[in-house]
């Protein structure tokens, strides 16, 4: 649920954007979104397709990941936004990968940035993988397969909208670890995570965005925005997206109560 308002930057020519700021690989939820899945071994986690276990876990992120897809496009929709978001990496072969980073540290989140970019470098080509899809946004889906009390929480690589020149991208994903403090994660805690991607900020803590004063008027109201309050239900989502999220991924250029509570200016308006 935690944000890394960081990102992950690569030197190149190409971009997959067409606005003149500089968003990110995830700059508008509007248009084509591919969503590369990638099954990831680290120093403490691994997957064993062999394993009964990890095989069920594998096919529950699948279907997961389409209830996700299809609850934010479902959201767009309702703002008159058409969004088209390919998930499907059963039926879509570059959208797999397995890596192995064995280096990165469990205690240290920053140690997986080095390893992920040295990963993109030998194995994924972006601008063809986005060109054979006409994509606008892509978005990477770390998996991580946690045991049940890892204490850590998925987080989004979000780009902050700020910092590169036109010549470097910010890849933005998500690195979902599976099970957390008791708990399996699975299709809200993905939307949330995607969310982040797309410019959407966490609404269950204080931030330079958010003052305590509003986090304190989500808990007065019992708010079920999906950037607020995840239920861990993993196979069906039954929190809200509301104006505020809708603002923050720049579905409006305007939100009732970033106006009244003096929120932070959404990413797309700067």
Same mark, same amino acid.
């Given at each position: 649920?935690?944000?890394?308002?960081?990102?992950?930057?690569?030197?190149?020519?190409?971009?997959?954007?067409?606005?003149?700021?500089?968003?990110?690989?995830?700059?508008?939820?509007?248009?084509?979104? +591919?969503?590369?899945?990638?099954?990831? !071994? $680290?120093?403490? *986690?691994?997957?064993?397709?062999?394993?009964?276990?990890? /095989?069920?876990?594998?096919?529950?992120?699948?279907?997961?990941?389409?209830?996700?897809?299809?609850?934010?496009?479902?959201?767009?929709?309702?703002?008159?936004?058409?969004?088209?978001i390919e998930w499907d990496w059963y039926n879509n072969k570059d959208l797999y990968y397995v890596a192995d980073l064995p280096n990165v540290n469990e205690e240290y989140i920053d140690s997986r940035y080095p390893e992920t970019l040295d990963w993109f470098e030998s194995h994924?080509?972006?601008?063809?993988?986005?060109?054979?899809?006409?994509?606008?946004? +892509?978005?990477?889906?770390?998996?991580? !397969? $946690?045991?049940? *009390?890892?204490?850590?929480?998925?987080?989004?690589?979000? /780009?902050?909208?700020?910092?590169?020149?036109?010549?470097?991208?910010?890849?933005?994903?998500?690195?979902?670890?599976?099970?957390?403090?008791?708990?399996?994660?699975?299709?809200?805690?993905?939307?949330?995570?995607?969310?982040?991607?797309?410019?959407?900020?966490?609404?269950?803590?204080?931030?330079?965005?958010?003052?305590?004063?509003?986090?304190?008027?989500?808990?007065?109201?019992?708010?079920?925005?999906?950037?607020?309050?995840?239920?861990?239900?993993?196979?069906?989502?039954?929190?809200?997206?509301?104006?505020?999220?809708?603002?923050?991924?720049?579905?409006?250029?305007?939100?009732?109560?970033?106006?009244?509570?003096?929120?932070?200016?959404?990413?797309?308006?700067?």
């Amino acid at each position: 649920m935690s944000v890394l308002v960081m990102c992950m930057l690569l030197a190149g020519s190409g971009s997959i954007k067409t606005e003149a700021a500089n968003l990110g690989t995830a700059h508008f939820i509007g248009g084509k979104t +591919i969503l590369v899945s990638i099954f990831t !071994n $680290t120093s403490k *986690y691994s997957w064993d397709f062999d394993n009964p276990d990890d /095989f069920q876990t594998y096919s529950s992120l699948y279907h997961q990941l389409q209830t996700a897809a299809e609850w934010i496009e479902e959201q767009t929709a309702a703002w008159n936004v058409w969004s088209d978001i390919e998930w499907d990496w059963y039926n879509n072969k570059d959208l797999y990968y397995v890596a192995d980073l064995p280096n990165v540290n469990e205690e240290y989140i920053d140690s997986r940035y080095p390893e992920t970019l040295d990963w993109f470098e030998s194995h994924i080509d972006v601008d063809a993988l986005t060109a054979r899809y006409n994509a606008d946004n +892509i978005i990477f889906m770390w998996y991580i !397969n $946690t045991d049940l *009390y890892h204490d850590e929480h998925c987080h989004a690589f979000q /780009f902050d909208y700020k910092g590169l020149t036109d010549n470097q991208k910010g890849y933005e994903g998500v690195w979902f670890n599976v099970h957390m403090s008791g708990y399996t994660k699975g299709a809200s805690a993905m939307a949330h995570e995607i969310l982040h991607c797309f410019g959407a900020v966490d609404l269950y803590r204080s931030s330079d965005q958010i003052p305590q004063s509003y986090v304190d008027h989500l808990k007065s109201i019992g708010s079920t925005d999906i950037m607020y309050m995840i239920y861990d239900r993993p196979d069906k989502i039954t929190e809200t997206f509301t104006e505020l999220d809708a603002y923050y991924v720049g579905l409006t250029p305007n939100s009732h109560d970033a106006q009244v509570y003096g929120l932070g200016k959404s990413p797309h308006l700067q």
